[in-house]
């Protein structure tokens, strides 16, 4: 099992940051790529970014590209999304999720691909 825990959500101004992490814990060896999914009120969870957990590899959905990063320090079994340049249309839950099974590329982009998941962390961008 792996457990996963994110942080660093909160209420910013439009063009401000925010950095948010995503803590795993528990068997993070079996980690091949670790993603980042939204879901505003009303709408489907979409997803943000991901990385791969052995080469780095990143990707991103449009809306958010230039303006995103995403990192990974793998002495912590964490990554980290910044985010720049937010938008009111940014606002939603965050949800970091973990993959064990994907090998090319960055990582997967469907929430059905993903084995874990963590409980979000709320970001709100005011106008």
């Known amino acids: 099992q792996v457990q996963l825990v994110e942080s660093g959500g909160g209420l910013v101004q439009a063009g401000g940051s925010l950095r948010l992490s995503c803590a795993a814990s528990g068997r993070t060896l079996s980690i091949n790529a670790m993603g980042w999914f939204r879901q505003a009120p009303g709408k489907e969870r979409e997803f943000v970014s991901v990385i791969n957990y052995r080469n780095g590899r990143t990707s991103y959905t449009d809306s958010v590209k230039g303006r995103f990063t995403l990192s990974r320090d793998n002495a912590k079994n964490t990554v980290y999304l910044q985010m720049n340049s937010l938008k009111p249309e940014d606002t939603a839950v965050y949800f970091c999720?973990?993959?064990?099974?994907?090998?090319?590329?960055?990582?997967?982009?469907?929430?059905?691909?993903?084995?874990?998941w963590g409980q979000g962390t709320q970001v709100t961008v005011s106008s």
């Open positions: 999720a973990a993959d064990r099974t994907y090998l090319v590329g960055a990582g997967p982009q469907l929430p059905h691909e993903y084995d874990y």
